[in-house]
């Protein structure tokens, strides 16, 4: 059954303390691993697609990278207005365009 | 560029009723992904509409519906709700079907009482 397993489930940094959000996932033929940011009470923000291992993206403080397993969004000396719950999702070739999500990381940032 | 639409924003209804939500995708967007999220068991997929046909279905009841009209503006429909039915219902669009970004509206969320 294809899976996705996030890490750890909240994460509170201090501004420009920098850290990852882990993604774990377990899918019979990847097409795609997504990474969005939500805030409360919108739709989720498309952030990066990665297809294959080895793949890097940046944006702005965010950086995501992809292995055969798992995926890290590193974020760099973030500030206050990154808080945001970063949520995971795979598509796989036998589920057609379906994004199975994880369950997300709510990371909050102080000053 | 307008993004992904969803009307309404907030609905209440009675268990037992239907409701109907719309969406409307970003303009060229030929494809309209329909989600449900929920504190439990977070977001999960309900369907796929591209040309007008429902291409993917997520593990939801028959009483989950949609439809996707010619200007690739989509509707869904649960018939019968029941108060597990109460959830943010995302709307997606991409360019096409296949592996392409999903960009999201601000959802619907429904209570049912």
């Known amino acids: 059954e294809d899976q996705v397993t996030q890490s750890p489930e909240a994460l509170r940094l201090q501004e420009g303390e920098s850290s990852s959000l882990n993604c774990s996932y377990t899918?019979?033929?990847?097409?795609?691993l997504f990474w969005y940011r939500q805030d409360p009470g919108k739709g989720p923000e498309f952030l990066f697609t990665?297809?294959?291992a080895g793949e890097e993206k940046e944006k702005e403080r965010l950086k995501a990278t992809l292995t055969k397993k798992e995926s890290f969004l590193h974020i760099t000396a973030p500030k206050p207005e990154d808080s945001a719950t970063y949520l995971c999702?795979?598509?796989?070739?036998?589920?057609?365009?379906?994004?199975?999500f994880g369950k997300g990381t709510t990371l909050s940032v102080s000053s | 560029k307008a993004g992904v639409t969803q009307t309404p924003r907030y609905l209440i209804k009675t268990r037992g009723q239907q409701v109907t939500l719309s969406c409307s995708p970003i303009?060229?967007?030929?494809?309209v992904s329909w989600y449900q999220q929920t504190p439990g068991q977070g977001l999960q997929f309900l369907f796929e509409?591209?040309?007008?046909?429902?291409?993917n279905k997520g593990n939801f009841p028959g009483r989950f519906s949609g439809r996707q009209f010619s200007n690739s503006r989509s509707e869904m429909n649960v018939s019968t709700l029941e108060l597990g039915d109460s959830a943010l219902y995302l709307c997606?669009?991409?360019?096409?079907?296949?592996?392409?970004?999903?960009?999201f509206g601000p959802g619907t969320r429904l209570t049912v009482t």
């Open positions: 997606a669009s991409s360019l096409s079907s296949g592996s392409y970004e999903q960009y």
């Open positions: 899918v019979s033929g990847l097409r795609g």
């Open positions: 990665l297809y294959s």
């Open positions: 999702a795979v598509q796989a070739y036998q589920a057609g365009t379906a994004l199975i």
């Open positions: 303009s060229g967007h030929r494809s």
């Open positions: 509409y591209f040309s007008e046909t429902q291409r």
